[in-house]
Structure formats: structure tokens, C-alpha cells
């Protein structure tokens, strides 16, 4: 992990036609991986979260379409049909959205025979671009962590993270782990308060789990805990991922998020969100009224998962007939982000700052 040839989507090695994954639903406590044999197969991987994070689930997208290639009796009409099934698979997260919708250009004038082969590449491709896309991320929020630590004379530079924007959400190197794991292979003293993000606890089980196999120093803590260290001088910055974000600089991600944005700046704690260009929806400007939030299932919340005696079971911690709301995502206006850290450099949470950085996409 956080080691160059770490991967989270890769072709099996034997056998070109499975395309294999972590199944992320059994970590900590296992690591198991899990065979891809159909489109389908990467529709569920997606829908039921073996896979998660907005990077992660477009490459996920996009080795589905590969096999919906090699193995449809009419490649193009089965590519077309996943390609349908797959934008509904998850609403918020947008690299699915751009994924999808670059492997389909990509195969629009090409011929049956030729479509597993384009989009192998493709995939590939895909791939290859975010690990390096996510080192670019990592080199500029670097300079954050190089700051802080110059200022407090080479103390600890706390760093708080919410959800998992890890290497496992992405390809390798994550979005708001890159920098630590930077800063840890440059000898910065960095230590993570790690939410633990209910109701799927991606902070707990996947977070922690891939600081601990970086050696990155880090403490687990409760959502609600975030307020109260920023009051007490224990953070010095966040970090977090994002699914979707506005030309505008409003950010969606994992819910909870907007809490810890108000948190920061009521304590003048500067609020960073990571990102690749791929995240960014060029088509949306308000993300309170224009992203859709994904409702989740009620068991997310009723339930939880663990290791019980060595033996993994899923509990119940709500009464029955309880009633439940589970939005999974909510929206940290622009307004409260202190800036932007993308694979081209940090710019402001503006319509403006993105627009310097990426001229060509805001000009479209
Ligand atoms: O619902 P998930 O687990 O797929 O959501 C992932 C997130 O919200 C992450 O926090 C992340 O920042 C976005 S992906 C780098």
C-alpha cells in the first residue's frame, strides 16, 4: 500500500477476462479479493460498496464495460446496456458519470471486434492516470503539511480526515491521504484524527486500516468529535476527499462532512478537499440544489458490521420498527472550503480559482 505497485482494480493475471478487486465490505478484518466475471458483477461490486470512492468506482465502471465487451453475444448493444445500468449504479459520485461517458466515445464508431480491446486500454489508461493524477495531488498538498510543520518548529501536524479518501478509494495514493503519505516518506511528524464516518464507518474500517499499513500515526475518533479538538487547538487542518464537485467550488461528499467544514471555520482551522479534475462536475454551479444525494438503505444505520469472537456478523443497534433517514452524501458550500488541492496546484473553493487552473474545461 501507499508502495508504488499497490492497486485497488487490476486484471487477473491469469486470466484476462476476470478483472479482480478488494472486497472493501469485509476490511479490517479480512482482506480478501474478489473475481469480476461480467458487467453485472461490476455493477453489484459498485452498488453494494466492495468498492467505494468516486475514483475507484469510475475505473470500476469502466473494466465493467470492458467485460460487458468481451463477453456480449452483440458487444455494442451489451457495452450500451451497461453503460445505462451503470450511470444508475451510484447518483452522486461523478467519475462514474465521466468514465462511462469516455469509454462510450471512445467505442462510438468502433466495430464489434474491436470494442473489448479499445476499452481494456482505456480502462487501463484510466487507471494509469489516476495514480498519477493522485501523486500530482499529493505533491501540492505537501506544501500544507511542509508549512505547518515549519511553523510549529517540526511538532506533530495534526490533520483530520473524514470518510475514506484513501488508496483504497482510488487507484493507489488516495486523494487526502496522498499528501500524508508524502509528508511521512519525507519525514514530517503527521499524525490523522480519523472520523469514523457512520453509518458505513469508512473512517474505522477503512481509513485506519490503511494508515496502520503505512505507519502513518493516527487516532480513531467519533464523528461528533471533531468540533471539540478544533476547539482545543489539536487540529491543524483538514483534509478530505469529495464525490462531486461544482465549477463553482461547492463540494459534495461522504455526509458529515458540512458539520466538520462549520467546525473549522468557526475555529479557524483551515478546510482543504482534495480532488482530481475527474471529480469535478464543469456542467453544475450550485451543489446545495443540483447534486443529487443517494439515499441509502435504512440497514445502514440500523445495523452494523464487526467481528464478534472471530466470527463477522452484522448487529442490530436500532429497534425494528424505527423509522430512518440515510442520506449518504451532503454539500460544504464554497464558502467554507479554504481552498482546492488538485493534481494541477490549490486554488481558492471559486468559480474563478478552478477556472485558472483548468482554462480549458471551464471554457466549454
Ligand atoms: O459512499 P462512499 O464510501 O463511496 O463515499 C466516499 C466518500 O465520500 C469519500 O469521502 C471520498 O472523499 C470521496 S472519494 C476520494
Not at 164 to 190: E, F, H, Q, S
Not at 227 to 252: F, K, P, S
Not at 285 to 310: F, K, Q, W
Amino acid at each position: 500500500m501507499a508502495s508504488e505497485d499497490f492497486r485497488t482494480i487490476w486484471l487477473h493475471p491469469d486470466d484476462p477476462e476476470v478483472v479482480q478487486i478488494i472486497d472493501q465490505r469485509l476490511l479490517p478484518h479480512d482482506y480478501s479479493i474478489h473475481n469480476l466475471h461480467s458487467w453485472s458483477d461490476g455493477v453489484e461490486a459498485i452498488t453494494d460498496m466492495y468498492v467505494r470512492g468516486a475514483p475507484l468506482i469510475g475505473a470500476t465502471a469502466a473494466w465493467s464495460l470492458y467485460l460487458a465487451a468481451l463477453h456480449g453475444k452483440f458487444p455494442k448493444e451489451e457495452v450500451a446496456h451497461a453503460a445505462e445500468v451503470l450511470l444508475q449504479s451510484r447518483p452522486t459520485a461523478v467519475n462514474l458519470r465521466w468514465a462511462v461517458e469516455r469509454v462510450m466515445a471512445h467505442v462510438a464508431d468502433a466495430a464489434d471486434g474491436d470494442l473489448a480491446r479499445i476499452i481494456r486500454a482505456d480502462a487501463e489508461a484510466i487507471c494509469a492516470e489516476d495514480v498519477d493524477i493522485c501523486l500530482g495531488i499529493g505533491r501540492h498538498g505537501l506544501t500544507l503539511l511542509e508549512e505547518i510543520s515549519q511553523r510549529k518548529n517540526g511538532d506533530t501536524v495534526n490533520v483530520l480526515t473524514h470518510c475514506n479518501a484513501g488508496a483504497l478509494a482510488t487507484i493507489n495514493w488516495g486523494t487526502a491521504t496522498a499528501p500524508i503519505y508524502l509528508a511521512r516518506k519525507a519525514g514530517i511528524d503527521v499524525h490523522v484524527w480519523v472520523d469514523e464516518t457512520r453509518p458505513r464507518n469508512q473512517g474505522s474500517q477503512l481509513t485506519a486500516w490503511e494508515l496502520a499499513q503505512n505507519d502513518v500515526a493516527h487516532t480513531l475518533i467519533v464523528d461528533n468529535a471533531g468540533g471539540h479538538l478544533m476547539q482545543h487547538g489539536q487540529v491543524d487542518i483538514v483534509i478530505t476527499g469529495t464525490d462531486r464537485t461544482t465549477r463553482n467550488g461547492d463540494v459534495a461528499n461522504k455526509i458529515g462532512t458540512y458539520l466538520k467544514a462549520l467546525a473549522a471555520f468557526d475555529n479557524n482551522v483551515p478546510f482543504y478537499v482534495a480532488l482530481p479534475s475527474t471529480t469535478i462536475d464543469w456542467s453544475t454551479a450550485d451543489g446545495v440544489s443540483e447534486i443529487p444525494i443517494e439515499e441509502r438503505d435504512a440497514s445502514e444505520v440500523t445495523m452494523s458490521y464487526g467481528v464478534l469472537d472471530g466470527v463477522s456478523c452484522n448487529i442490530r443497534t436500532a429497534a425494528h420498527d424505527t423509522k430512518v433517514a440515510n442520506p449518504a452524501f451532503d454539500v460544504t458550500p464554497a464558502r467554507l472550503v479554504t481552498g482546492l488541492i488538485t493534481e494541477r496546484g490549490i486554488c481558492d473553493a471559486s468559480a474563478e480559482g478552478l477556472a485558472d487552473l483548468f482554462p480549458e474545461e471551464a471554457a466549454i
